[in-house]
């Protein structure tokens, strides 16, 4: 016998949890005073934001998961624009709910000159509204040719975020075209430079 008082309470506490994780997405605005935040590196570091924000324009790119296919070309298009980006005075900082080890891992096998985040708890998406769905997952990746398996507390939805030298969040949107969103961002950078 089903107990239907009980399924739908269940129902209704699952949809407001969508709703609530959507209504999260615009916490964080434009012109709002970015928060603060600490993570771990992809060398086990904490990296503060009060080390760097204000110093640089920071690019906080959200991701799902190291070693997949749109976030790859995602992190290369970032890599193959550094120097552009830098030369505007940007650093650029990925963030996923992989853990630090996938990350050291990820950065090596494709060069990668920037830092990640290791977000494995989805608190640094949540401060942000970027949708996270917290839960372990383990998944098959080839590194250096060889199967290996990854791990990550968390998958976060594709975000990227500006943070101006004023410490105000300057741009924030989904990510629709990951391989460009480097090349979008570098757009978004020079026209704000221009203000």
């Known amino acids: 016998m089903l107990n239907t008082p009980r399924i739908l309470l269940s129902a ?6 969508c709703l609530f994780s959507a209504a ?7 012109g709002d005073k970015a928060p603060a935040f600490e993570a771990k590196d ?3 570091k904490a990296w503060k934001s009060d080390d760097h924000v204000g110093k640089k324009i920071v690019v906080v790119y959200f991701f799902p998961a ?19 980006l830098t030369d505007k005075d940007v650093e650029v900082v990925g963030v996923s709910g992989d853990k630090v080890e996938t990350h050291e891992k990820f950065k090596k096998e494709h060069n990668l000159p ?5 977000d494995d708890k989805g608190e640094l998406a949540t ?3 970027v949708p996270v769905k917290v839960g372990a997952a383990t998944a098959k990746v080839k590194i250096g040719g060889k199967d290996e398996s990854v791990e ?5 939805q594709r975000w990227t975020v500006i943070i101006g030298k004023d410490g105000k969040v300057a ?15 570098l757009e978004v950078v020079e026209k704000l430079k221009a203000k």
């Open 12 to 17: 209704a506490f699952a949809l407001s949890l």
């Open 24 to 30: 999260r997405a615009e916490e964080v605005k434009v």
């Open 42 to 44: 992809d060398a086990g």
């Open 66 to 84: 190291d070693f997949t296919g749109g976030c790859t070309k995602q992190a290369c298009g970032y890599r193959d624009d550094m120097k552009n």
């Open 114 to 118: 920037f830092t990640l985040l290791s």
């Open 127 to 129: 401060k942000f509204g």
């Open 152 to 156: 990550r507390g968390a998958t976060i």
């Open 171 to 185: 741009y924030k949107e989904a990510v629709k075209d990951a391989g460009g969103d480097a090349k979008k961002i």
